[in-house]
């Protein structure tokens, strides 16, 4: 499809495009393989030689179709699908990190994928650097050693809502030789587009706002075919050495600015196989279809409810870059000038018991392990997702012991402010 297209067209349009007689609506194909005439020819798709189906956790046309939208809805060049944002996360990371190496990272990052650098990815020989996003680049330089293999971070950080200066990160992991990983989870592509900004992977969990009414966990990576592998080889043997389990072939120099995704699908998704299911990736590309109206919608009513927090005098602080007091509102308007998220994060003056007891009065907003939907939703991190880490990880990743996470939906904005009214109203 012409990557001129609006994302909003691109939404409903991209991916799929059927020819003469085919399903105007992507089909699912509910199926683990594909049939061929002869053993010759399912033996030139083992040797990469030829590209087709032959076995779903390798490639479906399903998952291929929604993957091709996300990659034109980022301005890639190619993406892949997993059966969850973790996992997308890791596999981002592992295609070019190997035991031995290192990662520098936003400390500021979603609890799980802060685990899965500092405990799990440890265990694997690979170990990482948490800096603070908003220190000087002199500062972060620090963190980078010999063996670095990239940069991750966040375009909205999950749960403490700081955006992410992307070029800074860019220029900083460009100047090593590495390349910028950036979950753009929150923002969406409908708001941020990182590889404008010098990002070279991105990487989402489809599960928030991708898919929008919590049906379906899925994670996609996409690729922008800008980071040259061979001119760093030495530093990515996987991609710029022979691939024994394909006879020697060398991805960088086979697939050229395809060999990112190539190797991920058929190495990484190959041996460890978080594929997601076809059924998962139809559900998504509906969810897809609407992605540009929900967006607007929960930025919208988040920024409603962002002013009405800010004026109460039970809330102790609110951070959402949308307001001008965030001390992200600036890089808020340069890098997402058409909204933000849905998602807001704030304390009461009662402090962490406070804020506990405030959730368990709210009524339309419900207390889930989960955020981005078109439902409003609410949690307690210190107390959830970020359980796992101790006081001083979760001062270190941006979570305050108070903190709430609310993600705004897309009910009626004054029926979720009533919602909150009443909830505070009952902890006075």
């Known amino acids: ?34 049939k061929y005439e002869t053993s010759d020819q399912m033996g ?17 046309p399903t998952n291929d179709a929604v993957a091709a939208k996300i990659a034109q809805l980022e301005g890639g060049l190619a993406a892949m699908l997993t059966s969850s944002g973790q996992a997308a996360n890791f596999y981002a990371a592992f295609n070019i990190c190997e035991a031995g190496g290192h990662i520098v990272s936003a400390a500021t990052i979603y609890g799980g994928t802060f685990n899965l650098f500092a405990v799990t990815m440890k265990k694997l020989g690979i170990d990482v650097t948490f800096v603070d996003q908003d220190a000087p680049e002199e500062e972060i330089t620090k963190a980078f050693q010999p ?36 979950d753009n989870t929150f923002a969406t ?38 980071f040259d592998w061979m001119a760093h080889k030495d530093k990515f043997p996987g991609l710029t050495q022979p691939d024994p389990s394909y006879h020697g072939l060398v991805y960088a120099e086979k697939f050229g600015k395809n060999a990112y995704i190539t190797k991920a699908t058929v190495q990484i998704m190959r041996d460890l196989g ?19 109206l929900r967006v607007k919608r929960h930025c919208e009513n988040a920024q409603r409810v962002a002013e009405y927090l800010e004026g ?15 001390k992200h509102y600036e890089l808020a308007k340069k890098y997402m000038p058409d909204g933000t998220c849905g998602v807001i994060s704030f304390g009461l003056k009662g402090g962490r018991e406070d804020s ?32 796992q880490l101790t006081e001083e990880q979760l001062i270190e990743a941006g979570v305050r012991p ?27």
């Open 147 to 182: 063996n670095t293999k990239l940069v991750f971070a966040e375009t909205i950080s999950n749960p403490s809502v700081q955006v992410l200066d992307i070029e800074k990160f860019a220029r900083l992991a460009h100047s090593h030789g590495v390349p910028l990983i950036v």
């Open 189 to 226: 592509p409908i708001n941020c587009r990182p590889f404008e900004f010098g990002a070279d992977i991105v990487v989402h969990s489809t599960t928030k706002y991708m898919d929008g009414h919590a049906t379906s966990v899925g994670g996609c990576i996409v690729d922008s075919g800008n």
């Open 1 to 34: 499809m012409n990557q001129s297209l609006k994302r909003d067209t691109i939404c409903v349009q991209g991916g799929w495009q059927p020819k003469k007689g085919e399903p105007r609506v992507l089909p699912i194909y509910q199926s683990t393989t594909f």
């Open 274 to 292: 978080s594929i997601a299911s076809p059924q998962n990736s139809f559900l998504l590309n509906l969810g897809l279809e609407t992605l540009h």
């Open 402 to 428: 108070d903190l709430i996470r609310f993600s705004v939906g897309i009910e009626d904005a004054g029926d979720i402010i009533s919602d909150i009214k009443q909830a505070l109203e009952k902890i006075k």
């Open 356 to 387: 506990i007891r405030f959730m368990d009065n709210l009524k339309l907003a419900a207390i889930v392990t989960h955020v981005a939907d078109a439902r409003t939703s609410v949690l307690h991190p210190a107390s959830h997702t970020h359980r």
């Open 44 to 60: 030139k798709l083992f040797d990469l030689e030829e590209e087709g189906y032959f076995y779903t956790r390798l490639q479906n």
């Open 312 to 326: 109460n005098d039970m809330v102790a602080w609110v951070d959402y870059p949308g307001l001008k007091s965030s």
